[in-house]
């Protein structure tokens, strides 16, 4: 597509349920990242996706969340039994990277995030 | 964990001055990049700096990278309204070449 699309842009849940957000990269792009923001903070690291396997799982908060990637393309990020501190705004970026063997970070293309509001 | 820390949280300034923020970090880096929010969207990227580069200049916007004191500074020229935003600095750690890490952000406001 002409640039990154996150679905959905808005979502209220309930404490307990799960929600899955899914990411839609730029065709092409090798690289898709997720990081999550609170109201009037910086950007935390989540997790990144070289192809479909994940390198760094570190930045996940808890085992309530888990990601995959699929086909080298979309992602989804699960978070189980929501909490009322997941409440955030989800960002996913995706990024063709410049060449093989040690991968070599470039400009991040972002999505207009996922805003998940937990009651 | 932040990687990267700006400075400072806020600044106001009056249209047509230049703005100044700076980002500190803590690790050795491949490269640095800046990027800009505007309320409640996606980041756009404005400029990549590599390790090995200490100046570069887009435009209106001046990046200098000080790799031994691990800091960078991101320079406005003759700021705008519409430069109002929220900026970040983004570093990809050398340990973790593919992980960009961003800091907490810096809050610019132009007053017309």
């Known amino acids: 597509g002409a640039g990154v699309s996150q679905s959905p842009s808005n979502k209220v849940t309930e404490k307990g349920k799960d929600v899955e957000l899914r990411c839609d990269p730029i065709?092409?792009?090798?690289?898709l990242y997720w990081y999550r923001q609170s109201l009037g903070q910086g950007l935390e690291f989540l997790i990144y996706f070289q192809g479909n396997s994940a390198p760094d799982k570190s930045g996940l908060p808890s085992d309530r969340f888990s990601a995959e990637r699929t086909g080298g393309s979309v992602s989804t990020l699960t978070i189980q039994r929501t909490q009322q501190e997941d409440s955030a705004v989800y960002l996913c970026?995706?990024?063709?990277?410049?060449?093989?063997?040690?991968?070599?970070?470039?400009?991040?293309?972002f999505g207009e995030g996922s805003r998940l509001t937990v009651l | 964990s932040q990687q990267g820390e700006e400075d400072p949280q806020a600044l106001s300034i009056q249209e047509g001055e230049n703005a100044t923020m700076n980002c500190s970090y803590k690790?050795?880096?491949?490269?640095l990049q800046w990027y800009r929010q505007n309320s409640g969207r996606g980041l756009v990227h404005l400029i990549l700096i590599r390790s090995n580069e200490r100046e570069k200049h887009s435009g209106r916007l001046r990046v200098t990278l000080d790799t031994s004191k691990k800091s960078s500074s991101l320079l406005i020229t003759a700021s705008r309204a519409a430069d109002t935003a929220s900026y970040f600095c983004?570093?990809?750690?050398?340990?973790?070449?593919?992980?960009?890490?961003f800091g907490s952000g810096t809050r610019l406001s132009i007053r017309p």
């Open positions: 983004a570093t990809s750690p050398y340990s973790s070449a593919s992980k960009i890490i």
């Open positions: 065709s092409g792009h090798t690289a």
């Open positions: 690790t050795s880096i491949n490269n």
């Open positions: 970026a995706s990024s063709s990277l410049p060449g093989q063997g040690r991968f070599i970070t470039g400009e991040l293309f």
